[in-house]
Protein backbone atom coordinates (compact mmCIF):
# COMPACT_ATOMS: atom_id res chain seq x y z
CA UNK A 1 0.00 0.00 0.00
CA UNK A 2 1.00 3.64 -0.89
CA UNK A 3 1.05 5.61 2.04
CA UNK A 4 1.65 9.57 1.63
CA UNK A 5 2.52 12.14 4.21
CA UNK A 6 1.57 15.59 3.63
CA UNK A 7 3.25 17.72 7.23
CA UNK A 8 2.74 21.35 7.82
CA UNK A 9 1.78 23.77 10.30
CA UNK A 10 -1.85 24.48 8.48
CA UNK A 11 -2.32 27.60 10.65
CA UNK A 12 -5.18 27.61 8.84
CA UNK A 13 -5.04 25.60 5.84
CA UNK A 14 -5.66 27.45 2.81
CA UNK A 15 -6.98 27.05 -0.65
CA UNK A 16 -3.38 26.61 -1.98
CA UNK A 17 -2.90 23.53 0.50
CA UNK A 18 -6.38 21.83 -0.96
CA UNK A 19 -5.08 21.69 -4.10
CA UNK A 20 -1.80 20.21 -2.96
CA UNK A 21 -4.29 17.80 -0.69
CA UNK A 22 -5.92 16.69 -3.40
CA UNK A 23 -3.33 16.15 -5.97
CA UNK A 24 -1.69 13.99 -3.17
CA UNK A 25 -4.59 12.22 -2.40
CA UNK A 26 -4.93 10.82 -6.21
CA UNK A 27 -0.93 9.76 -5.82
CA UNK A 28 -1.54 7.68 -2.75
CA UNK A 29 -3.83 4.86 -1.28
CA UNK A 30 -4.11 6.36 1.57
CA UNK A 31 -3.05 10.14 2.88
CA UNK A 32 -1.74 11.13 6.10
CA UNK A 33 -1.96 14.80 6.71
CA UNK A 34 0.36 15.68 9.41
CA UNK A 35 -0.24 18.54 11.90
CA UNK A 36 2.61 19.43 13.30
CA UNK A 37 3.27 20.58 16.89
CA UNK A 38 6.85 21.00 16.92
CA UNK A 39 7.75 24.33 14.80
CA UNK A 40 8.88 27.64 15.22
CA UNK A 41 6.15 29.37 14.55
CA UNK A 42 3.95 30.80 16.78
CA UNK A 43 0.10 29.59 15.79
CA UNK A 44 -2.82 31.66 16.00
CA UNK A 45 -5.11 27.88 16.26
CA UNK A 46 -4.33 25.50 18.41
CA UNK A 47 -3.49 21.81 16.86
CA UNK A 48 -7.12 20.67 17.89
CA UNK A 49 -8.22 23.27 16.12
CA UNK A 50 -6.16 23.13 12.64
CA UNK A 51 -6.98 19.47 12.87
CA UNK A 52 -10.41 20.07 13.23
CA UNK A 53 -10.57 22.44 10.10
CA UNK A 54 -8.49 20.06 7.69
CA UNK A 55 -10.79 16.93 9.08
CA UNK A 56 -13.72 19.35 8.19
CA UNK A 57 -12.58 20.72 4.88
CA UNK A 58 -11.12 16.96 4.09
CA UNK A 59 -14.87 15.62 4.48
CA UNK A 60 -16.62 18.68 2.31
CA UNK A 61 -14.47 17.68 -0.69
CA UNK A 62 -14.81 13.47 0.11
CA UNK A 63 -11.07 12.95 -0.01
CA UNK A 64 -11.96 9.50 1.59
CA UNK A 65 -8.34 7.96 1.55
CA UNK A 66 -6.93 11.39 3.37
CA UNK A 67 -6.76 10.54 7.47
CA UNK A 68 -6.11 14.09 9.61
CA UNK A 69 -3.29 13.40 12.32
CA UNK A 70 -1.27 16.03 14.85
CA UNK A 71 2.23 15.19 15.29
CA UNK A 72 4.62 15.66 17.90
CA UNK A 73 8.29 15.82 16.99
CA UNK A 74 10.67 14.72 13.84
CA UNK A 75 9.29 14.04 10.43
CA UNK A 76 11.30 11.58 9.46
CA UNK A 77 10.56 9.37 12.88
CA UNK A 78 6.59 9.76 12.32
CA UNK A 79 7.36 8.68 8.72
CA UNK A 80 8.98 5.42 9.44
CA UNK A 81 6.87 4.55 12.41
CA UNK A 82 4.10 5.14 9.89
CA UNK A 83 5.83 3.07 7.07
CA UNK A 84 5.04 6.04 4.49
CA UNK A 85 5.91 5.91 0.84
CA UNK A 86 6.93 9.92 0.75
CA UNK A 87 6.44 12.66 2.52
CA UNK A 88 4.86 15.77 0.03
CA UNK A 89 5.32 18.91 0.47
CA UNK A 90 3.79 21.85 -1.75
CA UNK A 91 6.15 24.25 -3.68
CA UNK A 92 4.62 27.37 -4.70
CA UNK A 93 7.48 29.42 -5.79
CA UNK A 94 11.46 29.72 -6.48
CA UNK A 95 11.40 31.64 -2.98
CA UNK A 96 9.98 28.56 -1.07
CA UNK A 97 12.60 26.39 -2.60
CA UNK A 98 15.80 27.21 -0.65
CA UNK A 99 13.70 26.09 2.75
CA UNK A 100 12.30 23.18 0.92
CA UNK A 101 15.82 21.70 -0.35
CA UNK A 102 17.23 22.29 2.86
CA UNK A 103 14.48 20.37 4.80
CA UNK A 104 14.52 17.27 2.26
CA UNK A 105 17.99 16.86 2.32
CA UNK A 106 18.17 17.18 6.20
CA UNK A 107 15.68 14.95 6.26
CA UNK A 108 17.27 12.31 4.52
CA UNK A 109 20.17 12.85 6.29
CA UNK A 110 18.37 11.91 9.16
CA UNK A 111 16.63 8.78 7.59
CA UNK A 112 17.52 7.89 3.90
CA UNK A 113 14.70 5.90 3.90
CA UNK A 114 12.42 8.61 3.85
CA UNK A 115 11.69 10.07 0.10
CA UNK A 116 9.63 13.63 -0.61
CA UNK A 117 8.18 14.59 -3.74
CA UNK A 118 7.29 17.94 -4.37
CA UNK A 119 3.83 18.99 -5.78
CA UNK A 120 2.99 22.49 -6.98
CA UNK A 121 -0.75 23.88 -6.74
CA UNK A 122 -2.47 25.78 -9.78
CA UNK A 123 -0.34 28.85 -10.41
CA UNK A 124 -3.46 31.08 -9.37
CA UNK A 125 -2.95 29.83 -5.84
CA UNK A 126 0.59 30.48 -5.42
CA UNK A 127 0.60 33.25 -3.81
CA UNK A 128 -1.75 32.18 -1.02
CA UNK A 129 -0.22 31.59 2.20
CA UNK A 130 -1.27 31.23 5.67
CA UNK A 131 0.37 34.06 6.95
CA UNK A 132 -0.71 36.71 4.62
CA UNK A 133 -4.70 35.32 4.81
CA UNK A 134 -4.12 35.70 8.69
CA UNK A 135 -3.00 39.48 8.30
CA UNK A 136 -6.17 40.02 5.71
CA UNK A 137 -8.45 38.83 7.78
CA UNK A 138 -6.77 40.51 10.75
CA UNK A 139 -7.45 43.91 8.98
CA UNK A 140 -10.81 42.99 8.32
CA UNK A 141 -10.21 42.04 4.13
CA UNK A 142 -11.72 39.79 2.22
CA UNK A 143 -10.33 36.20 2.81
CA UNK A 144 -12.90 34.39 0.56
CA UNK A 145 -11.36 32.36 -2.15
CA UNK A 146 -7.82 31.99 0.08
CA UNK A 147 -9.06 29.70 2.51
CA UNK A 148 -12.17 27.38 2.76
CA UNK A 149 -15.32 28.70 3.32
CA UNK A 150 -15.19 26.69 7.10
CA UNK A 151 -11.62 28.17 7.50
CA UNK A 152 -12.96 32.06 6.82
CA UNK A 153 -15.95 31.50 9.15
CA UNK A 154 -13.25 29.91 11.98
CA UNK A 155 -10.46 32.86 11.23
CA UNK A 156 -12.81 35.56 11.54
CA UNK A 157 -14.32 34.29 14.88
CA UNK A 158 -10.80 33.91 16.00
CA UNK A 159 -9.98 36.70 15.45
CA UNK A 160 -13.14 38.32 16.36
CA UNK A 161 -13.45 40.22 12.89
CA UNK A 162 -16.93 40.31 11.55
CA UNK A 163 -17.41 40.23 7.50
CA UNK A 164 -17.78 43.48 6.11
O1 LIG B 1 3.83 24.43 6.87
P1 LIG B 1 5.25 24.56 7.30
O2 LIG B 1 5.35 25.43 8.53
O3 LIG B 1 6.18 25.01 6.20
O4 LIG B 1 5.72 23.07 7.73
C1 LIG B 1 6.99 22.83 8.26
C2 LIG B 1 7.03 21.43 8.91
C3 LIG B 1 5.94 21.31 9.96
C4 LIG B 1 6.82 20.37 7.86
C5 LIG B 1 8.44 21.26 9.59
O5 LIG B 1 8.66 22.31 10.49
C6 LIG B 1 8.58 19.93 10.32
O6 LIG B 1 8.76 18.91 9.70
N1 LIG B 1 8.43 19.97 11.66
C7 LIG B 1 8.53 18.79 12.51
C8 LIG B 1 9.86 18.78 13.27
C9 LIG B 1 11.00 18.34 12.35
O7 LIG B 1 11.06 17.22 11.88
N2 LIG B 1 11.94 19.28 12.12
C10 LIG B 1 13.10 19.05 11.28
C11 LIG B 1 12.82 19.43 9.84
S1 LIG B 1 14.24 19.19 8.82
Redesign the pocket.
Known sequence: MRKGLY???FDPITNGHLDVLQRAAKLFDELIVAV?L??Q?ASIFSVEERVALLEETVKLHQLENVRVVGFKG???EYAMQHQVTAVVRGLRAVSDFEFEFQ?AL??RKLHPEVETIFLTPKEELTYISSRIVKEIARLGGEIEGFVPDNVALALRAKLNVPKK
Open positions: PGSADNKLLVMMN
